[in-house]
């Protein structure tokens, strides 16, 4: 049992981010509004090519670099997009892109993201042109279409919830004792960016989170459902879209699943983050937002990261 499971305030949150359109920068936030595939606007948009298949910092880097804004009213609970209401997209050498939040009337159909394929929202043929600039290849911009697409967690781990673009769970945590943890152990320190959480925490030990398989926020029930493992991703530096071999090189010294989870099948992964669902967000009709200051209360634990799903 984790000494903090039961109630009492095992740490707080201390940043919330969004990421509008995947694999590109993201916006950190004082309160998000929670919907029923994760924080509202995160990762509602989609890069792709010209066969419909996801663009990733994976493969194009230079996304990191893609900076998003939305309106500040975005954020308040209940708000709905106006005519005057804009996604606003800049990057280096790139003039200012301004995508409506009008519903787009266009459908792009054969929209795929791992192992989901399905119809979008196209974005049209200004979103088209910047991409396809500043990507040096043909690429359009689509919107998650929620009337008619359902993109599921997977059920092993969070059966009956769902998500837009994400990798595949609604939120990830990860907290600041871990963040500190492993920047102890690089030579370079790395920011948190590297890792693209929607959700840190401190005032917990390193590593805490791994056990938290139900906590609260703001009176919200959320329940961690599997481990992070990690792709790329964190390797690119965000400032600079040059990869390396840290933090992974690091990591597998002591977030390995061969370290963490001796008696399960080894697949060579490492681990940083929990991925959670919010038990209250396919609920009609009540107010669900989080606030940066927000404790946590740790509900149910368990004692080990060998015991947790991942």
């Given amino acids: 049992m984790s000494e903090f499971e039961g109630g009492a305030a095992a ?10 359109i995947k694999s590109c920068r993201g916006i950190s936030l004082s309160q998000a509004p929670i919907s029923s595939t994760g924080f509202r606007w995160d990762r509602r948009w989609l890069v792709v090519n010209s066969k419909g298949r996801a663009y990733t910092q994976r493969v194009e880097p230079k996304l990191a670099l893609v900076e998003v804004e939305l309106p500040k009213e975005a954020f308040s609970e209940g708000w709905e997009p106006n005519n005057n209401s804009y996604l606003v997209i800049t990057a280096p050498g790139m003039d200012m892109l301004k995508i409506p939040l009008a519903i787009p009337s266009e459908t792009a159909d054969g929209v795929s993201v791992w192992e989901w394929c399905g119809s979008a929202l196209d974005e049209g043929a200004d979103a088209s042109n910047w991409f396809s600039k500043y990507l040096g290849k ?3 911009l689509v919107c998650f279409n929620e009337a008619s697409e359902i993109r599921a967690v997977d059920p092993d781990y969070a ?5 837009m673009f994400s990798d595949g769970y609604p939120f990830l945590l990860l907290s600041q004792g871990s963040m500190d943890a492993l920047n102890a152990l690089l030579k370079e320190p790395i920011p948190v960016n590297r890792f693209r959480p929607n959700i840190l925490v401190d005032g917990c030990e390193p590593f805490s989170e791994d056990l938290w398989t139900e906590i609260k926020i703001s009176n919200l029930v959320f329940h961690g459902v599997k481990l992070c493992d990690r792709c790329k991703v964190p390797t690119i530096n965000q400032e600079t879209t040059v990869a390396g071999p840290e933090p992974t090189e690091t990591l597998r010294k002591f977030r390995s699943d ?3 989870f001796p008696n399960k099948k080894q697949q060579k992964k490492v681990y940083f983050g929990q991925n959670l669902i919010c038990a209250d967000s ?3 009709g ?8 927000d404790p946590i209360l740790v509900v149910k634990a368990v004692s080990s990261p060998a015991d947790a799903p991942a």
């Fill in 11 to 20: 740490a707080k949150v201390t940043s919330i981010f969004i990421y509008p």
């Fill in 138 to 140: 043909p690429s359009r």
């Fill in 159 to 163: 059966s009956g919830y769902k998500v």
């Fill in 258 to 260: 061969e370290l963490l």
């Fill in 282 to 284: 396919l609920a009609q």
């Fill in 286 to 293: 009540t107010e669900k937002t989080i606030k940066v200051g």
